[in-house]
């Protein structure tokens, strides 16, 4: 069963909500929501572009992004710091930390295969050269 398509879907969706709840955390305005807001932009914006192309240096400088495991505890990570006292805010964030659950759940089901933009992209990230 090829469900590649629903998981860039779902990965596109995540990234465009990461995107929208970093926007949200600038409001109210304060030096400490600014900074955590650009963080979750950048982070959804590096979600959306895993989606279109692959740099080469991803996959040697974050590994992670290339497992249903490391994608999911990235995702629990980046709505887990959304999460705050105002709703829009906790809605994306809640969002973002229940496809993460979703996803470390996924690793564990060997019948469920990961797209190929979430496998590792040239294998070599665990060899080094000397």
């Known amino acids: 069963m090829d469900l590649s398509n629903i998981f860039r879907l779902v990965n596109i969706a995540v990234g465009a909500v990461m995107v929208a709840g970093g926007i949200g955390q600038f409001f109210p305005i304060g030096f400490q929501s600014i900074i955590i807001g650009l963080y979750v932009i950048l982070f959804g914006a590096v979600t959306l572009l895993l989606e279109f192309q692959i740099p080469p240096y991803v996959s040697r400088w974050a590994p992670f992004l290339f497992s249903f495991l490391g994608r999911g505890i990235f995702y629990i990570f980046a709505g887990t710091i959304l999460l705050h006292e105002h709703w829009w805010l ?31 992209a040239g294998g070599e990230w665990g060899a080094e050269q000397i």
């Open 90 to 120: 906790i809605a994306p964030g809640s969002i973002i930390a229940i496809v993460g659950v979703a996803y470390c759940v996924l690793e564990y089901i060997p019948s469920i295969e990961p797209p190929q933009n979430m496998r590792d």
